[in-house]
């Protein structure tokens, strides 16, 4: 399975990024797909995951903020991200699996993603 992320960048605190991810290869199946992020200093972290069936998980951080969502028939998952704020600051990346709704088995290479303040 290869990953492929866009979207990342430097914003200042308040504005958006969308991250886009496209996965190809072996697919067939995969069931949940998401994002995760590890800032400088810190644990790698859960940001969203997705289910087949489109159920979502969200880390308490950004619930009301961001908003995952997946397209089955690009096999791409996509990450909006509102009202950003520096403690958002940390590499983002894409993750697929087979799990139900937090993915853990294949990895992107990871987008920064950078708030200014």
């Known amino acids: 399975v290869q990953l492929v992320e866009s979207g990342g960048g430097l914003v200042q605190a308040g504005g958006s990024l969308r991250l886009s991810c496209a996965a190809s290869g072996i697919i067939f199946s995969i069931n949940a797909m998401g994002w995760y992020r590890q800032a400088p200093g810190k644990q790698r972290e859960l940001v969203a995951g997705i289910a087949s069936n489109d159920r979502t998980k969200y880390a308490d951080s950004v619930k009301g903020r961001f908003t995952i969502s997946r397209d089955n028939a690009k096999n791409t998952v996509y990450l909006q991200m509102n009202s950003l704020k520096p403690e958002d600051t940390a590499v983002y990346y894409c993750?697929?699996?087979?799990?139900?709704?937090?993915?853990?088995?294949?990895w992107g290479q990871g987008t920064q993603v950078t708030v200014s303040s």
């Open positions: 993750v697929v699996g087979f799990g139900l709704i937090e993915p853990t088995d294949f």
